[in-house]
Protein backbone atom coordinates (compact mmCIF):
# COMPACT_ATOMS: atom_id res chain seq x y z
CA UNK A 1 0.00 0.00 0.00
CA UNK A 2 0.94 3.46 -0.60
CA UNK A 3 1.94 6.49 1.60
CA UNK A 4 -1.55 7.03 3.37
CA UNK A 5 -3.03 4.44 1.93
CA UNK A 6 -2.49 6.08 -1.33
CA UNK A 7 -1.74 3.73 -4.11
CA UNK A 8 -0.25 6.37 -6.40
CA UNK A 9 1.98 7.27 -3.94
CA UNK A 10 5.40 5.33 -3.08
CA UNK A 11 6.99 5.22 0.48
CA UNK A 12 10.25 5.17 1.27
CA UNK A 13 11.14 4.81 5.19
CA UNK A 14 14.57 5.27 6.53
CA UNK A 15 15.70 5.77 10.35
CA UNK A 16 18.34 8.37 10.12
CA UNK A 17 20.41 10.24 13.09
CA UNK A 18 19.96 13.82 13.08
CA UNK A 19 23.62 15.37 13.85
CA UNK A 20 22.34 18.02 15.18
CA UNK A 21 20.31 17.20 17.87
CA UNK A 22 21.25 13.83 18.56
CA UNK A 23 17.60 12.39 17.95
CA UNK A 24 16.60 9.76 15.73
CA UNK A 25 14.13 10.36 12.68
CA UNK A 26 12.04 8.93 10.67
CA UNK A 27 12.06 9.94 7.02
CA UNK A 28 9.54 9.78 4.37
CA UNK A 29 10.06 10.32 1.13
CA UNK A 30 7.10 10.33 -1.08
CA UNK A 31 6.71 10.88 -4.86
CA UNK A 32 3.39 10.89 -7.24
CA UNK A 33 3.04 7.85 -9.33
CA UNK A 34 3.64 11.15 -12.36
CA UNK A 35 6.52 12.15 -10.27
CA UNK A 36 4.70 15.72 -9.81
CA UNK A 37 5.94 16.15 -6.02
CA UNK A 38 8.36 14.94 -3.96
CA UNK A 39 7.42 15.08 -0.10
CA UNK A 40 9.36 14.66 2.72
CA UNK A 41 8.16 13.55 6.21
CA UNK A 42 10.31 13.37 9.32
CA UNK A 43 8.95 12.13 12.54
CA UNK A 44 10.75 12.36 15.93
CA UNK A 45 11.16 8.97 17.69
CA UNK A 46 11.67 10.39 20.43
CA UNK A 47 8.96 12.94 20.90
CA UNK A 48 6.76 12.13 18.53
CA UNK A 49 6.80 15.51 16.88
CA UNK A 50 6.03 15.31 13.18
CA UNK A 51 6.92 17.96 10.25
CA UNK A 52 5.80 17.38 6.49
CA UNK A 53 7.02 19.83 4.05
CA UNK A 54 7.00 20.25 0.32
CA UNK A 55 11.02 20.19 -0.69
CA UNK A 56 10.55 20.73 -4.42
CA UNK A 57 8.36 20.86 -6.74
CA UNK A 58 8.92 18.38 -9.83
CA UNK A 59 6.06 19.55 -12.11
CA UNK A 60 7.28 22.98 -12.67
CA UNK A 61 11.07 22.10 -13.05
CA UNK A 62 10.09 19.50 -15.47
CA UNK A 63 7.83 22.44 -17.59
CA UNK A 64 10.77 24.86 -17.33
CA UNK A 65 13.84 22.41 -18.84
CA UNK A 66 10.99 21.17 -21.26
CA UNK A 67 10.37 25.01 -22.20
CA UNK A 68 14.29 25.27 -22.47
CA UNK A 69 14.88 22.71 -24.62
CA UNK A 70 11.72 24.12 -26.62
CA UNK A 71 13.43 27.14 -27.55
CA UNK A 72 17.01 25.52 -28.09
CA UNK A 73 15.36 23.37 -30.48
CA UNK A 74 14.05 26.72 -32.29
CA UNK A 75 17.59 28.40 -32.23
CA UNK A 76 18.34 25.01 -33.89
CA UNK A 77 15.95 25.03 -36.71
CA UNK A 78 16.51 28.83 -37.18
CA UNK A 79 19.74 28.05 -37.26
CA UNK A 80 19.60 24.87 -40.13
CA UNK A 81 17.19 27.36 -41.50
CA UNK A 82 19.71 30.25 -41.86
CA UNK A 83 22.53 27.86 -43.13
CA UNK A 84 20.27 26.33 -45.49
CA UNK A 85 18.86 29.53 -47.06
CA UNK A 86 22.91 30.84 -47.35
CA UNK A 87 24.20 27.83 -49.29
CA UNK A 88 20.75 28.28 -51.77
CA UNK A 89 21.81 31.37 -52.40
CA UNK A 90 25.54 30.82 -52.64
CA UNK A 91 24.15 27.48 -55.13
CA UNK A 92 22.42 30.53 -57.28
CA UNK A 93 25.15 32.63 -57.31
CA UNK A 94 27.51 29.87 -58.85
CA UNK A 95 24.65 28.92 -61.24
CA UNK A 96 24.90 32.14 -62.61
CA UNK A 97 28.22 32.55 -63.10
CA UNK A 98 28.84 29.15 -64.64
CA UNK A 99 26.71 30.69 -67.37
CA UNK A 100 28.30 34.17 -67.49
CA UNK A 101 31.37 31.71 -68.08
CA UNK A 102 29.46 29.49 -70.78
CA UNK A 103 28.54 32.53 -72.49
CA UNK A 104 31.63 34.28 -72.75
CA UNK A 105 32.98 31.80 -73.49
CA UNK A 106 31.01 30.74 -77.08
CA UNK A 107 30.63 34.77 -77.39
CA UNK A 108 34.36 34.21 -77.81
CA UNK A 109 34.25 31.21 -80.03
CA UNK A 110 31.70 32.55 -82.12
CA UNK A 111 33.93 35.77 -83.21
CA UNK A 112 36.46 33.49 -84.32
CA UNK A 113 34.04 30.52 -86.26
CA UNK A 114 31.80 31.35 -88.50
CA UNK A 115 30.61 28.16 -89.02
CA UNK A 116 30.44 27.88 -84.89
CA UNK A 117 28.69 30.92 -85.06
CA UNK A 118 25.79 30.04 -87.55
CA UNK A 119 25.43 26.89 -85.78
CA UNK A 120 24.90 28.64 -82.08
CA UNK A 121 22.62 31.17 -84.17
CA UNK A 122 20.35 27.74 -84.98
CA UNK A 123 20.40 26.32 -81.70
CA UNK A 124 19.05 29.81 -80.36
CA UNK A 125 16.53 30.27 -82.95
CA UNK A 126 15.34 26.85 -81.57
CA UNK A 127 15.76 26.95 -77.91
CA UNK A 128 14.23 30.81 -77.25
CA UNK A 129 10.67 30.89 -77.11
CA UNK A 130 10.20 34.44 -75.24
CA UNK A 131 10.12 37.45 -77.87
CA UNK A 132 12.30 39.77 -75.58
CA UNK A 133 14.79 36.85 -75.78
CA UNK A 134 14.59 36.59 -79.67
CA UNK A 135 14.80 40.45 -80.13
CA UNK A 136 18.15 40.49 -78.13
CA UNK A 137 19.83 37.81 -80.68
CA UNK A 138 17.88 39.70 -83.16
CA UNK A 139 15.70 36.34 -84.29
CA UNK A 140 12.50 36.66 -86.05
CA UNK A 141 9.60 36.64 -84.04
CA UNK A 142 7.90 33.51 -83.50
CA UNK A 143 4.04 35.23 -83.99
CA UNK A 144 5.03 36.64 -87.37
Given at each position: ????????R???????????????????????????????????????????????????????Q????????????????????????????????????I???????????????????????R??T???????????????
Amino acid sequence: MGYWGNPNRTCKQSLHKCALRGKHYYTYSTLNADSSALMLGMISQDDGIGLMSVTENLDSKIKAQEEKLKQLKAQRQAALAREKAKEKEQARKDDTRRKILIGSCMLKITEEDEQARAKLITQMDRYLTDERDRTLFNLDSLTA
